[in-house]
């Protein structure tokens, strides 16, 4: 049983531990030793440790005093319906004698973790069954253990967590990326609405091949208002939004990076929101939704609203982090971070033409809080859209099914 057991335990973390990662996992309930091995951790593992300890909250408080504001706490806990079943085990001798005098509820945990001065980010139950039967544990712990209903009666929670610390008195410079593609009625608006935050704020726009003289406009306006607005503009090297992002990305030279889009639905006016979200330290990617307040006329179709509400579904369920809008092309995260995320894309692949689930995947995998913020989406005044309602719609079904066998289904 142990060693199946911490095998599947393993693979779990491993989808969270990025390579050349500095890791401690604390296998012992004496919590003073924890400045023994060692400090700025990119990863806490607390296995189990939660039973065994006197007092969780202290236990908690001492991996606060070694953690960075970057370092992710993965906490493993059995769900106190297996009390019984593994004191069975523990009398036929199925696994070593554990000194499990704590069971506490995920209600416990949140708790304990206010308390301690962190945070959840997100949670999985995980193993219906911890011994190895051939093809039946594989099968029943991948495919089945995950789904609703039948994780109620998984035997182990996963928390990740993060540490929060007071606020930075800072005020972080930011870049505002704009891919454009036959907007050039959209262009001088953006310029002129767009707003000054933190210590310095550049526009980068990035064009995508238009037809209605989008670059020409961009290069005229860009000259009406030098001096006003820090501005980059480049011409797209290969295709779709998620491309255009990441060159503009690549260009950015501030702090907190922004991803607005060229048509305007999301007001310019609403990113100091965004700003003030991720400043202070309200989530670690901030995401737009357009799904809370009531909308402008058509400015979304009948089955785009549909599409939107299942994509929002599927991803609350894969990441364990509550979703109502995944496909708002207003996102928010620090550079730092970003460049985290980017090094690490390999693990998902090249695979997100739009560019909205390659950040979200990469800021889960990271385990980043992910916060949503509630805009009012407006209607188009130029123009048409660049989606292709089905054919993208395909695209984003296939991008979940493989999202699912690499997250949830592992």
Same mark, same amino acid.
């Given at each position: ?35 023994? =091995? ?6 806490? /593992? ?7 300890? &006197? ?18 706490? /993965? ?23 554990q000194a499990e005098i704590n069971w506490v509820s995920p209600s416990d945990i949140k708790n304990f973790l206010r308390l301690s001065n962190f945070e959840l980010v997100s949670s999985s139950q995980r193993i ?21 209903? %039948?994780?109620?009666? #998984?035997?182990?929670?996963? $928390? ?18 704009? #891919? ?11 310029? #002129? ?14 064009? !995508? ?18 001096? @006003? ?29 922004? /991803?607005?889009? +060229?048509?305007?639905?999301? +007001? ?5 929101? %965004?700003?003030? #979200? ?13 799904? *809370? ?5 058509? $400015? ?11 994509? $929002? ?5 894969? =990441? !364990? @982090? ?7 092309? &207003?996102?928010?995260? &620090? ?27 990469? +800021? ?8 949503? =913020? ?25 991008? *979940?099914?493989?999202? $699912? ?6």
């Amino acid at each position: 049983m142990k060693r199946y057991f911490y095998q599947l335990l393993q693979q779990y973390y491993s989808f969270y531990i990025l390579p050349d990662s500095k890791v401690i996992t604390l296998d012992v309930a004496d919590t003073s030793l924890l400045p023994i =091995l060692g400090s700025n951790p990119d990863y806490i /593992i607390l296995n189990g440790n939660i039973h065994s300890v &006197t007092d969780v909250q202290l236990l908690l408080e001492n991996v606060h005093a070694v953690s960075l504001k970057t370092t992710r706490v /993965i906490i493993s806990y059995y769900s106190s319906l297996w009390k019984p079943l593994l004191g069975l085990a523990d009398r036929l001798g199925l696994r070593k004698k554990q000194a499990e005098i704590n069971w506490v509820s995920p209600s416990d945990i949140k708790n304990f973790l206010r308390l301690s001065n962190f945070e959840l980010v997100s949670s999985s139950q995980r193993i219906l069954i911890p011994i190895y039967i051939p093809i039946l544990s594989n099968f029943i712990n991948r495919w089945l253990a995950p789904l609703p209903f %039948f994780r109620w009666f #998984a035997m182990v929670n996963i $928390a990740i967590v993060k540490p929060v610390y007071e606020l930075d008195s800072k005020s972080p410079s930011v870049s505002v990326v704009v #891919a454009a593609r036959n907007e050039a009625g959209n262009i001088e608006s953006l310029f #002129a609405r767009l707003p000054k935050m933190g210590s310095e704020t550049e526009l980068i726009i990035i064009e !995508g091949g238009s037809s209605d003289g989008t670059w020409d406009e961009i290069q005229k306006v860009k000259n009406k208002y030098a001096g @006003q607005v820090e501005c980059i503009v480049a011409k797209q090297k290969g295709k779709g939004k998620g491309d255009a992002v990441r060159m503009g990305f690549s260009l950015a030279t501030k702090e907190i990076l922004m /991803i607005l889009d +060229a048509d305007l639905t999301v +007001a310019p006016e609403d990113l100091p929101k %965004f700003y003030h #979200a991720i400043v202070q330290g309200k989530g670690d990617f901030i995401n737009g939704s357009r799904l *809370v307040y009531p909308m402008e006329g058509q $400015a979304m179709r009948f089955f785009n609203m549909i599409g939107n509400k299942f994509f $929002a579904m599927a991803f609350s369920f894969l =990441l !364990g @982090q509550g979703f109502k809008d995944t496909l708002c092309g &207003t996102k928010v995260l &620090t550079r730092e971070r970003y460049e985290k995320l980017a090094a690490n894309r390999k693990f998902f692949g090249d695979f997100d033409p739009f560019g909205d689930f390659d950040l979200i995947f990469g +800021a889960s995998r990271l385990g980043l809080k992910i916060i949503e =913020l509630p805009i009012r989406y407006k209607d188009r005044t130029y123009g048409e859209t660049n989606i292709s309602r089905w054919k993208h719609g395909l695209i984003l079904l296939r991008m *979940v099914i493989f999202a $699912a066998r690499r997250i949830k289904f592992i």
